[in-house]
């Protein structure tokens, strides 16, 4: 009988795996499809950044705002808004140009505001969120007629750059016409006269108009003339002949500058009055407006619209007339050709003249009869 031997070979290769489980295969496709959304996001995400970085929206800049009119030795604001950036990224500064050059001149990307005033003592600047005013307040002078102002607003590495040139306007300081003869003469010649004086720029253009709408021809005009202040002035007459008809024409003088708000002219009226104008007498007013006694106060009352310019005021307490602290103001010429004046009473009031009326007479040519007014200081009184 024969015995056998018995070999075992043991290897762990060749064991039976046991089967993966279901829920591990899940995980990995759940891992694998968070992890790509996850670095698609990612990469979108960095593609936006890129490109706002490289295609960032610049904030936006506004022209400079400035009034209309801009008139010498009155405050001008002008401005400048800035949007789409936040306070800390934003600079603004104001600049004035050395000369009367308009445009953009002297400002280059090489030599920027080389020369130029700067105004920085006199912006201020209004923030909102990312919109921003900046304002400068200037007083201007006939000088900085046609100057250039510029608005340099600095966001990061970004400069922007607005210019304005400003164009100043001084209104006529005197604008009325006078007559030869003063009053006018049934049958003979009339001479108006319509002076303009200290305004600028010069050019001024006139119009003589009869009722409004007939043109008056021929017209003289003497100037502009500039005086050492750059002001300018100008006279301009005309002549027509007196008759029945024409009494009680008006007679207009139009007068046409930049300085004038729409419709930018003035018209300076006069009336063609053969008998003179008798005077339009106001009613007498104290000053102060509650006297105290044994306190200087001062009656006064305004006389105007009158032709010719003599005329005589006479000022009585209780029928007696006052010669003392009693005085008139010299007769000046109106714009429409006729006269206006003040007249004055300086007293000291006491409890003697409380209930005194106080009377003044006025008197002119033209009048049918004198014209008076009363008062008394009782009823103003503090006592």
């Known amino acids: 009988m024969r015995n056998y031997g018995m070999c075992r070979v043991r290897n762990e290769f060749l064991q039976t795996q046991s089967p993966v489980q279901p829920y ?145 306007q001084v209104p006529p300081d005197l604008l009325q016409i006078s007559s030869q003869p003063q009053i006018p003469k049934l049958g003979q010649p009339l001479v108006l006269c319509c002076r303009i004086e200290k305004f600028y720029p010069e050019d001024v253009r006139l119009e003589w108009h009869r009722q409004g709408t007939e043109l008056l021809q021929p017209a003289t005009q003497f100037g502009p003339f500039s005086d050492h202040e750059k002001m300018y002035s100008l006279w301009s007459k005309t002549e027509l002949m007196v008759a029945s008809v024409a009494i009680g024409t008006v007679c207009t003088c139009r007068v046409y500058h930049s300085s004038f708000p729409a419709p930018f002219y003035k018209d300076v009226p006069y009336h063609i009055n053969t008998d003179g104008q008798p005077p339009n007498v106001a009613f007498i007013k104290c000053d102060p407006l509650q006297p105290q006694l044994g306190t200087e106060c001062t009656l006064n009352l305004c006389v105007k619209d009158f032709c010719p310019d003599p005329v005589t005021i006479t000022w009585f307490q209780d029928g007696e007339k006052i010669s003392d602290g009693a005085f008139d103001s010299p007769a000046s010429l109106n714009v429409n050709g006729l006269y206006s004046m003040w007249t004055f009473l300086k007293l000291t009031p006491s409890k003697q003249n409380l209930s005194s009326a106080f009377k003044c007479v006025v008197e002119h040519s033209a009048q049918t009869e004198p014209e008076e007014r009363q008062f008394t200081l009782a009823h103003l009184m503090k006592v």
């Open 24 to 168: 591990n295969t899940l995980a990995l496709i759940a891992g694998t499809v968070i992890s790509s959304v996850f670095f698609t996001v990612l990469a979108i995400g960095g593609a936006v950044m890129v490109y706002r970085h490289l295609h960032a929206v610049p904030p936006t800049v506004s022209d400079i705002v400035k009034p209309d009119i801009i008139y010498a030795k009155t405050p001008t604001k002008l401005s400048c808004t800035v949007r789409g950036v936040q306070p800390k990224h934003l600079k603004i500064q104001w600049y004035k140009k050395p000369t009367c050059n308009s445009g953009a001149a002297g400002i280059t990307e090489t030599d920027p505001l080389i020369g130029m005033e700067d105004l920085q003592d006199l912006t201020q600047l209004e923030s909102e969120e990312n919109v921003h005013i900046s304002t400068i307040t200037l007083k201007l002078t006939v000088d900085d007629d046609n100057r250039g102002y510029c608005c340099v607003v600095h966001c990061g590495n970004r400069k922007i750059i607005r210019n304005t040139t400003v164009r100043i």
